[in-house]
């Protein structure tokens, strides 16, 4: 297949042997075969690579016409490819530009998350400073039966006094819980007014999929908790461009997202950080998601920070990943995603931290297709 390399489809060095060539053709064959989800184009040009790279000879014809494009093989030429580059006339095996990923369809039913949410709990603010209704209603309840006693029993002139000293003392207590409910209660209400206004913020890079993808899945699924509030498009503090693609905030957790289009294949990380794709180093891509972790958590201490690569296909075929237990910044497909982080998220659904929303609202650009 012309503008193909065989070696970056298989996703192995120039030089690897041919056990190498074979061990990676069977984890990609899993995952490219029509019956798994594969098209039958991209299968077969798996099927050519290998078939092309297993033989010796028709392995040296492909590198002595890989290396001499435009003449065809040469008799006797063993001219190894440009270390440093692509030849200009190969289309990279990247992006497909007629491809568009499959907008993620997850079965709420599969989350095991879904159905313990409350959609309808009114929302706390943290900290919380009111003492809540029931601890006021209950002061009022206990004041009031305070007073039969009064009423019923024949006490004597000083037992009286004593009785009236502790019912003027339940009603002062009662007074200052009423009160600071009430005052709490103004509170929320201006904080909602002022700030908590929205459960969407920023916009989204309409010339990126994944982007989009990123947001509707985010707005269909993780607003099912009554505190989530999501943010596109956030700025590192003290910059002024998006660095950071989404982001979640649920209680006192936020988690930081960047949508990616990479190719189809098993995507992992290295106990060192490093994202792997295949068994192999990947350097299809990177990510600055690293620093923006550092960043939030130095802003917001107080809070749970993590960070997610979401990973959609950008040819036919499909991501997988491997649990994301310990890594610094795991890839993930949107399945993985709603299932792990949905569910970290629903431990504290209804509630929104003030300074955490403050925060971020002001790093949320005006605008991320600038």
């Not at 494009?69 to 580059?85: E, I």
Request: with cysteine.
């Amino acid at each position: 297949m012309r503008g193909v390399d065989y070696y970056e489809l298989l996703g192995v060095e120039r030089e690897a042997s041919s056990a190498e060539i074979r061990s990676a053709y069977r984890s990609l064959a899993k995952v490219m075969h029509p019956d798994a989800g594969g098209s039958s184009g991209g299968f077969r040009a798996l099927q050519e690579a290998y078939d092309t790279l297993r033989d010796p000879a028709r392995r040296r014809a492909y590198d002595r016409g890989w290396a001499h494009p435009r003449s065809g093989p040469r008799s006797g030429s063993a001219t190894r490819p440009p270390r440093s580059g692509r030849a200009p006339w190969n289309r990279p095996f990247g992006d497909d530009p007629d491809f568009v990923p499959p907008k993620p369809d997850v079965d709420p039913d599969d989350l095991g998350w879904w159905r313990l949410v409350d959609t309808g709990q009114r929302v706390r603010y943290a900290p919380v400073a009111s003492p809540g209704h029931a601890p006021a209603l209950t002061a009022l309840c206990a004041w009031f039966f305070l007073l039969l006693p009064v009423f019923a029993l024949d006490l004597s002139p000083l037992g009286l006094v004593v009785w009236l000293a502790m019912v003027a003392a339940a009603a002062a207590w009662a007074f200052r819980l009423v009160r600071r409910y009430l005052a709490a209660t103004r509170t929320d209400r201006a904080f909602a007014a002022e700030v908590d206004t929205e459960v969407v913020r920023g916009e989204v890079d309409d010339e990126r999929v994944c982007e989009r993808l990123t947001a509707d899945l985010l707005s269909e699924y993780l607003t099912r908790l009554p505190g989530a509030r999501v943010f596109h498009g956030l700025a590192w503090p003290d910059s002024v461009f998006v660095d950071i693609d989404h982001a979640v905030l649920c209680g006192r957790r936020l988690v930081l997202v960047e949508s990616k289009s990479w190719l189809p294949g098993h995507y992992q990380t290295g106990d060192d950080g490093s994202l792997w794709r295949n068994g192999h180093l990947f350097r299809g891509g990177g990510t600055r998601l690293p620093r923006g972790l550092a960043e939030y958590r130095a802003l917001l201490p107080h809070l749970e920070v993590r960070a997610v690569l979401l990973v959609y296909p950008s040819r036919a075929g499909e991501v997988t990943v491997d649990p994301t237990d310990g890594a610094l910044v795991p890839p993930m497909t949107p399945e993985v995603f709603l299932d792990e982080v949905g569910a970290w998220l629903a431990e504290d659904p209804a509630v929104v931290d003030r300074e955490a929303l403050r925060a971020i609202v002001d790093l949320v650009c005006e605008s991320t297709a600038a």
